[in-house]
């Protein structure tokens, strides 16, 4: 989790710790000077009781000049480091008491830094200021002067505010880590989302086009046949328009079901017919003998059972395959031909007609290839439960298209 929220950090920049450099003091920094002016400027009158006497407008001067520094602690805090550390330096070799008021604005400036800075840099400089304090005292610094003062004083007190500005720095990267984290979840709930709707969208294509196109080739065909038996045999056009009329009752009866597929989230009543599979391949077969294609159905290997998702996929590929035979070749048969196996299924649908059929750009996943989109929409079927599938002109004639479909979907079909 913290390589994570490191990589994040470093993709983009912290506001508590990394903040824009400004180009001047604003109110806040007088005020903070002023305030540490106020604090320290007692600092620099306090000397050992018998030592030597001092005046006061030195140390007040340096005490200005630190403060004054912290105008600039945000967009230059090293800078700020080196100037608040020199001066409380020439302030101890002056003879000034070691004490945490001369040393307030280098505590102020250290704290700064540690926000603005690396842990690496923060903790160099206060450790050198440490050692520039401690040997200041110890070499030049006030001879009575206690040496707890010089030794412990200085070390606890430079860290404590170095240990706060990393404290808080760390601590801010962290929630802009988490934010960062937030943004990003939220950002691929929303494509995830945006992918899904355009899954659902193609699945709707193909039901829509499967179970549209192959009922209204069909009653195409049979009120083409209905114009021109009507005059000299009537009583054969009488039947031809009972097929048409169950022809478009099935057309709606899928197309109800297919609406009823899409409305199952608001409404838990079960559809009114099964979904179609594999078992009713006899009837696709038979609805094809009123548009004068005889399709002959074959099955090789024992028949395994299928899940829904490969068995629906099964059927839809087989219809939209038998209703491009219908359309574009001019064949009175075609064959359809079932190969179970451990694996799974192949279906195989061919036919001998040499009329107008895809050429090789078939395999472009162009619509202009086959004059629309069957050839997409059974090749997406096929791959959508882990399937392959081909279509290519045979040799002996005529056309056939192949799918091999695994017996347990891969994923859930689309």
Same mark, same amino acid.
């Given at each position: 989790?913290?390589?994570?929220?490191?990589?994040?950090?470093?993709?983009?920049?912290?506001?508590?710790?990394?903040?824009?450099?400004?180009?001047?003091?604003?109110?806040?920094?007088?005020?903070?000077?002023?305030?540490?002016?106020?604090?320290?400027?007692?600092?620099?009158?306090?000397?050992?009781?018998?030592?030597?006497?001092?005046?006061?407008?030195?140390?007040?001067?340096?005490?200005?000049?630190?403060?004054?520094?912290?105008?600039?602690?945000?967009?230059?805090?090293?800078?700020?480091?080196?100037?608040?550390?020199?001066?409380?330096?020439?302030?101890?070799?002056?003879?000034?008491?070691?004490?945490?008021?001369?040393?307030?604005?280098?505590?102020?400036?250290?704290?700064?830094?540690?926000?603005?800075?690396?842990?690496?840099?923060?903790?160099?400089?206060?450790?050198?200021?440490?050692?520039?304090?401690?040997?200041?005292?110890?070499?030049?610094?006030?001879?009575?002067?206690?040496?707890?003062?010089?030794?412990?004083?200085?070390?606890?007190?430079?860290?404590?505010?170095?240990?706060?500005?990393?404290?808080?720095?760390?601590?801010?990267?962290?929630?802009?880590?988490?934010?960062?984290?937030?943004?990003?979840?939220?950002?691929?709930?929303?494509?995830?989302?945006?992918?899904?709707?355009?899954?659902?969208?193609?699945?709707?294509?193909?039901?829509?086009?499967?179970?549209?196109?192959?009922?209204?080739?069909?009653?195409?065909?049979?009120?083409?046949?209905?114009?021109?038996?009507?005059?000299?045999?009537?009583?054969?056009?009488?039947?031809?328009?009972?097929?048409?009329?169950?022809?478009?009752?099935?057309?709606?009866?899928?197309?109800?079901?297919?609406?009823?597929?899409?409305?199952?989230?608001?409404?838990?009543?079960?559809?009114?017919?099964?979904?179609?599979?594999? @078992? !009713?391949?006899? +009837?696709?077969?038979?609805?094809?003998?009123? &548009? $004068?294609?005889?399709? *002959? =159905? %074959?099955? #090789? /290997?024992?028949?395994?059972?299928?899940?829904?998702?490969?068995?629906?996929?099964?059927?839809?590929?087989?219809?939209?395959?038998?209703?491009?035979?219908?359309?574009?070749?001019? @064949? !009175?048969?075609? +064959?359809?031909?079932?190969?179970?196996?451990? &694996? $799974?299924?192949?279906? *195989? =649908? %061919?036919? #001998? /007609?040499?009329?107008?059929?895809?050429?090789?750009?078939?395999?472009?996943?162009?619509?202009?290839?086959?004059?629309?989109?069957?050839?997409?929409?059974?090749?997406?079927?096929?791959?959508?439960?882990?399937?392959?599938?081909?279509?290519?002109?045979?040799?002996?004639?005529?056309?056939? =298209?192949?799918? #091999?479909?695994?017996?347990?979907?891969?994923?859930?079909?689309?």
């Amino acid at each position: 989790m913290i390589s994570s929220l490191q990589r994040q950090l470093r993709s983009r920049p912290s506001p508590v710790g990394h903040p824009e450099p400004v180009a001047h003091p604003g109110p806040v920094d007088a005020a903070v000077a002023a305030a540490v002016f106020a604090c320290s400027f007692p600092g620099s009158l306090v000397t050992l009781p018998g030592g030597p006497e001092l005046q006061w407008w030195p140390g007040a001067l340096l005490t200005g000049v630190s403060c004054l520094a912290l105008l600039w602690h945000r967009c230059r805090p090293r800078t700020t480091v080196v100037v608040t550390a020199l001066c409380a330096t020439v302030m101890v070799g002056m003879g000034h008491v070691l004490s945490v008021l001369l040393l307030g604005p280098l505590m102020v400036a250290l704290h700064s830094l540690a926000l603005r800075t690396d842990r690496r840099t923060a903790n160099s400089l206060t450790c050198g200021g440490i050692v520039l304090m401690v040997g200041t005292a110890l070499f030049v610094g006030p001879a009575g002067e206690p040496l707890v003062l010089k030794l412990v004083g200085p070390a606890a007190w430079l860290l404590l505010p170095t240990s706060l500005g990393t404290a808080t720095r760390l601590r801010g990267d962290y929630l802009e880590a988490v934010r960062a984290r937030a943004e990003h979840a939220e950002r691929t709930r929303e494509e995830e989302a945006r992918r899904r709707v355009a899954e659902e969208r193609m699945r709707i294509a193909r039901d829509l086009h499967d179970v549209v196109a192959h009922h209204l080739v069909l009653a195409n065909l049979q009120a083409g046949a209905v114009a021109r038996q009507l005059p000299a045999r009537p009583d054969e056009a009488a039947r031809i328009v009972a097929e048409l009329t169950g022809t478009t009752s099935s057309a709606l009866r899928e197309l109800k079901s297919t609406v009823g597929l899409l409305r199952q989230s608001d409404d838990l009543d079960p559809p009114m017919e099964p979904t179609p599979g594999l @078992a !009713r391949l006899p +009837e696709l077969a038979a609805s094809f003998q009123h &548009a $004068g294609l005889t399709v *002959a =159905v %074959t099955v #090789e /290997g024992e028949p395994r059972p299928l899940s829904a998702g490969v068995d629906l996929t099964a059927y839809r590929i087989v219809q939209e395959a038998l209703t491009n035979v219908t359309k574009h070749a001019a @064949a !009175r048969s075609a +064959e359809v031909r079932l190969t179970y196996s451990a &694996a $799974g299924v192949v279906l *195989a =649908v %061919t036919d #001998e /007609g040499p009329g107008r059929r895809p050429g090789p750009s078939s395999s472009s996943d162009s619509p202009c290839a086959s004059g629309g989109y069957g050839l997409i929409g059974m090749r997406e079927r096929a791959q959508s439960v882990g399937g392959h599938f081909r279509a290519e002109q045979r040799r002996q004639g005529g056309f056939g =298209v192949v799918a #091999e479909l695994p017996l347990q979907a891969e994923q859930a079909p689309l």
